[in-house]
């Protein structure tokens, strides 16, 4: 069986976009698994990874959306080791790498499901005052607004503003703290889900698979 059969056979809603990346829609998210050069090593690791199509900081155009992703969790061997692998998927046990992923890659999941995934990820970060750490619960409040989900989103507004962020961190990415959340406060479902769509119908990301949250 050929490595591109293999992946089809384990990720059916999962398509192939560029060399090293397998990808599906899920509402407004980029949702899939890269294949991402070892640091000294001629292979590859695959990683977990997810992103917004509504728009980041920099933009909201495709580009500007793929520039970071929300989430970007590497998935492990058997052993719990590094994969490093030249042919990823040929002779690698891809269930092994399926059971890792914290959400399912077919068909429609429970919005529920993937804010857990997303808190998970949050708890991780090692520096929780930190932009980066606020811009994780950014993209988590925009995420619940497309959604249609107002009481849980402004639960979430009000748990950021109740954080005591590092604001000299902000600084360091030319980010004011009240023009950031001014910004959160003045974010529209429909103006969030125009820019979404606008990149679903991009040709790099409109034959892919598409589910929904429910």
């Known amino acids: 069986m050929s490595m591109m059969s293999k992946w089809v056979e384990e990720f059916p809603q999962l398509r192939k976009v560029g060399r090293n990346k397998y990808y599906k829609l899920i509402g407004p998210l980029l949702v899939g698994i890269e294949l991402i050069k070892a640091p000294m090593s001629e292979g590859v690791c695959p990683y977990f990874v997810i992103y917004s199509l ?8 495709l580009k500007s959306c793929l520039s970071g992703p929300i989430i970007l969790k590497e998935l492990l061997n058997n052993k719990g080791l590094q994969f ?6 040929d ?3 891809l269930k092994v790498l399926k059971k890792q992923l914290p959400i ?5 999941i429970l919005l529920k499901d993937m804010l857990k995934c997303i808190d998970k990820y949050i708890s991780t970060e090692s520096y929780p005052n930190s932009f980066h750490h606020a811009s994780m619960l950014e993209d988590k409040y925009k995420l619940v607004l497309c959604c249609g989900e107002k009481k849980e989103a402004e639960l979430i507004l009000k748990k950021i503003k109740c954080i005591r962020w590092d604001l000299k961190n902000f ?14 406060e003045l974010s529209k479902k429909e103006e969030l889900l125009y820019y979404s769509e606008i990149n679903k119908h991009t040709p790099k990301l409109e ?7 429910i």
């Open 171 to 184: 600084e360091l990415f030319g980010i004011q703290y009240e023009n950031w959340i001014k910004d959160l």
């Open 54 to 61: 509504f728009g980041t900081r920099i933009g909201t155009d």
């Open 207 to 213: 034959k892919l698979y598409r589910s929904e949250f």
């Open 104 to 108: 399912s890659m077919e068909g429609n």
């Open 84 to 89: 490093f692998s030249k042919a990823f998927g």
């Open 91 to 93: 002779g690698t046990d």
